[in-house]
């Protein structure tokens, strides 16, 4: 075997190790490696224009609430607007993120949750009907 193939063989062994383990090979988990889940939710879920509405994003990791993010920001428009309206959310309590919105006009709406915590950031969508 050339020295240099040695070489290789050598490193690649040193990485294979198990990243996840302590000095005894215990494995410690890493809870930075688990994604964050955003869910958003309307309250009520079905409302007209002119009636106040709550849009939160409840945000998790590993199945528990994340209270620390450094932001969580909510985009909304009508699917006729360009223009797209960004307001910050408010932290009320386990991993709830939240604003309070009343719409104008009747019609097709979409949201977009940026949530930006631990070092990670997610942006789901959802889509709902003013009346």
Request: a negative charge.
């Amino acid at each position: 075997m050339s020295a240099l193939m040695l070489v290789i063989v050598l490193l690649a062994g040193c990485g294979a190790q198990d990243q996840g383990a302590d000095q005894n090979g215990m494995d410690m988990g890493d809870e930075s490696l688990v994604p964050i889940k955003v869910e958003i939710r309307l309250n009520p879920e079905s409302f007209a224009a002119q009636e106040k509405a709550v849009i939160e994003a409840k945000v998790t990791q590993g199945g528990d609430p994340v209270d620390d993010a450094r932001e969580v920001l909510f985009e909304i428009w009508r699917d006729d607007q360009e223009q797209h309206e960004k307001i910050e959310g408010k932290h009320t309590k386990d991993g709830v993120y939240q604003i309070e919105k009343q719409f104008a006009e009747p019609g097709q709406y979409h949201v977009i949750a940026h949530v930006t915590a631990r070092d990670m950031h997610s942006m789901p969508q959802k889509n709902f009907e003013v009346k």
